[in-house]
């Protein structure tokens, strides 16, 4: 089993760009993931997609972040444009959650994309 | 909203020896304590949980107790191995009921030193 895949690994732009960083979650889960981690913040949750909707996106910092799901096997976390403080890890992960009842379902990490901006 | 404290942030013991993090939430309604161990450039992996309806679970060398009217939890491992040595997080969750999600709220984490 691939496990929840995120790409790319490292990225380092510079302050002004434009950053899009994909998840592909395990096959078959429903509900998608995007959090933040620092060293000061912790993690942080940003958003939660739910069957490619998004449920709860009260975790993004401002407009100039954007995720999307296009499609149960795909998800794209944008900054634009980027901003020194943005520099920190994001994990995308994903879990199945069961319909018509409560999810205690664990949630699955990717391995993380470490964003570095200048 | 939700807010988990964990301590200790470091912690280090000899192999062998015991080791023992503790976390406390705010929300009552929480319902659901995972423990995540985050090894050095790998994402968090879930450990062992802990629903509220059980005041104790146990997995081979680790264990998580909970105390609902302390509002806190415990993360127990014993006879620590070198490979125990990372990064592990708390977390609380009302466990997604009535239509809500699993949103889990991390504690700011201990970083484990098991040394030979």
């Known amino acids: 089993d691939a496990g929840v895949i995120q790409s790319p690994r490292h990225e380092v732009t510079e302050m002004g760009q434009e950053v899009t960083l994909r998840c592909k979650p395990i096959?078959?889960?429903?509900?998608l993931f995007w959090y933040r981690q620092t060293m000061m913040r912790g993690l942080e949750l940003l958003i939660y997609f739910n069957n490619n909707v998004p449920i709860d996106d009260s975790g993004m910092p401002e407009d100039r972040f954007s995720a999307k799901m296009p499609n149960a096997s795909f998800s794209t976390l944008k900054i634009q444009p980027s901003e020194p403080r943005d520099s920190a890890v994001y994990f995308c992960?994903?879990?199945?959650?069961?319909?018509?009842?409560?999810?205690?379902?664990?949630?699955?990490f990717g391995p993380g994309t470490r964003l570095t901006v200048l | 909203g939700e807010n988990v404290e964990q301590h200790p942030s470091t912690l280090s013991v000899q192999e062998g020896d015991s080791a023992v993090i503790k976390c406390t939430y705010s929300?009552?309604?929480?319902?659901?304590f995972p423990w995540y161990k985050q090894e050095l450039g790998k994402g968090p992996q879930l450990i062992i949980d802990i629903r509220s309806n059980v005041g104790e679970k146990k997995d081979q060398r680790i264990a998580v107790t909970l105390n609902k009217t302390a509002k806190h939890f415990s993360l127990h491992i014993t006879e620590t191995q070198p490979e125990d040595s990372a990064v592990y997080f708390c977390?609380?969750?009302?466990?997604?009921?009535?239509?809500?999600?699993?949103?889990?709220?991390f504690g700011a984490g201990t970083r484990l030193a098991v040394h030979p």
């Open positions: 977390a609380a969750s009302r466990g997604g009921g009535s239509g809500g999600y699993n949103k889990l709220i």
């Open positions: 992960a994903s879990s199945l959650r069961l319909a018509g009842g409560s999810s205690y379902n664990e949630q699955f």
């Open positions: 929300d009552s309604a929480s319902n659901y």
């Open positions: 096959s078959g889960h429903n509900s």
